[in-house]
């Protein structure tokens, strides 16, 4: 079955830490282009990051660069987003599409609190 999988998510205070995980399942995650999105209910919906499938460039928006750090763990078929010194603002459900092509994969989504 073709699938991502977003985890990682959890309660985390500000200031801290937090690394996500979106594993591909049933496909090569490789070879294809990944974002990272963030949800508030009530707001649109933000891209965070961005790997390319070709040269493995990235993007982030000023609202996090400096911060988040996307990169792939090809043997795990998996990307990563790596958050630090996250902030209140940054509370969110997280996911990861990718996309190759025509094809676009989005997976469930993992949760981001961050709070005292």
């Known amino acids: 079955q073709v699938q991502l999988v977003e985890s990682g998510g959890g309660l985390v205070q500000p200031g801290g830490s937090l690394r996500l995980s979106c594993a591909g399942s049933?496909?090569?995650?490789?070879?294809?282009?990944v974002g990272w999105f963030r949800q508030v209910p009530g707001k649109e919906r933000e891209g965070v990051a961005f790997?390319?499938?070709?040269?493995?460039?990235?993007y982030y928006p000023n609202s996090v660069k400096g911060r988040f750090t996307i990169s792939r763990d090809n043997a795990k078929n998996t990307v990563i987003l790596q958050m630090k010194r996250l902030k209140p603002e940054d509370t969110a459900v997280y996911f990861c599409p990718a996309s190759l092509g025509a094809y676009e994969l989005w997976g469930q989504g993992t949760q981001v609190p961050v709070s005292s």
């Open positions: 790997i390319s499938s070709s040269d493995e460039s990235t």
């Open positions: 049933g496909f090569s995650l490789e070879h294809w282009a």
